[in-house]
């Protein structure tokens, strides 16, 4: 998909955390440790955190950060709705998680090259596979 026109894939893995893949790089970063009451509207959440940074030019890794903060902060809400939430909550939250993610195993990875990378090797696969 990388190759088809789409510049970034984001994968959310809840507790484990998510990984942006583009082709330049591809970014993981772990969720942040959080008492979920309920997880209704967490997804929707952490999307529009990451738009909410993306349409402020932040980078790609803040992006995520952003979103992962959207999303905890709707994970400790009963529904999908929290009725405090302003940007000085937001801003609290990616401080705490930005801090967090700081480590450095938690930085970069560059991405392999194409000819082997995860993306082509499955594509070459495909292709063995429909020729014979």
Request: aromatic share 6%; glycine share 8%.
């Amino acid at each position: 998909m990388l190759f088809r026109s789409i510049q970034n894939i984001w994968v959310r893995q809840g507790a484990k955390g998510s990984a942006l893949y583009s082709c330049e790089e591809t970014i993981r970063l772990p969720a942040p440790a959080v008492e979920v009451t309920d997880t209704t509207g967490a997804g929707d959440a952490a999307l529009a955190g990451w738009i909410y940074a993306w349409l402020r030019k932040k980078s790609m890794r803040d992006c995520i950060i952003y979103g992962h903060a959207m999303a905890e902060i709707i994970l400790q809400t009963k529904g999908a709705h929290e009725d405090r939430l302003n940007r000085k909550m937001l801003e609290a939250t990616v401080t705490r998680n930005h801090a967090m993610n700081e480590e450095p195993s938690k930085r970069l990875i560059p991405r392999p090259a194409e000819a082997d990378s995860p993306l082509s090797r499955g594509r070459k696969r495909a292709r063995k596979g429909s020729m014979g």
